[in-house]
């Protein structure tokens, strides 16, 4: 795998991804918000994950919308899974399937979702001309993708303190994440995959950590960086949590640490 598409293994970590679905849960309910889901509408979360912001949009909607979440990765589809079992949700089921070959027929969603997945795509635009095939005409979707470099101070960090001391094909991937933050470069991908009718728009939230050691602890019993943590010994595992502590600092407010971040969303019809 390229450092360009160095994405985390998505299946051995599904479990404890959800550690992040809180600090990203603002991004979620703007989505949500935009996607102005009704009753009786058929909707797709694309690259589920771990089931959000599908699940949040099944407890609101307590059977009154179908729902179908798609995800490559067989872990995060499983985890899914299990939450729908676990709640009892009716209306809503997960799916393993590359949203570059979606196998629904064309015009079967009313609305589609994708929180935090396009960018990661290993075809963006091919995901997208598949997201629009299977929307109705008319249906209309929201998504998310994350912003610059710049704006993602945490990315930043990681990729800062890594870069030198792992191979290239294990750093942070920092390009591939990033990728669809530049200017205009979501709104040529949206165009290009066949939308007329869309806006993007920037947006900042704030990862919220109780203190330095809260968010490096969620860094680590995540599993985010393990193949890049994997590749050291235990001496530069310590130097490189000092490393990104000092960065850190100047987002600490009364012991708090409290990091904002930029996302683009779009939100548009068919
Ligand atoms: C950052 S996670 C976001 C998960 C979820 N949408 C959320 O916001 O909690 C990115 C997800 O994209 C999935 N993914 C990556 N490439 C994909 C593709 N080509 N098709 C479908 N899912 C993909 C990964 O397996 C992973 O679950």
Redesign the pocket.
Known sequence: MSAENN??D??AI?EK?DL??PH?AP??ASLIQALRAQAGDHII??????????LTLARQFNGAVTIV?????E??VRAAHNKVIQEKLSGIEFKK????TLTFGDNTFDKA?????VM????PLK?LQEMRRVLKPGGRFAL?VWSTPETMPTLCWSYKVFKDKVPEEQHPPIAKVTSMGGPDVLDDHLYRAGFTNFQVTKHIFNYDFKSFGDYWDTVEASDILKQQYDALDTKERESIRDEVGRFAKDFINNGRLIIPHEYLMATGTK
């Open positions: 994405q985390p998505w299946d599904a991804f992040w679905l990203i991004v979620g979360d694309l690259a589920s994950g771990t089931g959000e912001p599908a979440g798609v995800d490559a990765a872990g995060m399937m590359p949203a570059e979702l994708c929180r935090f997945g990661l795509f290993e075809d995901g998310a």
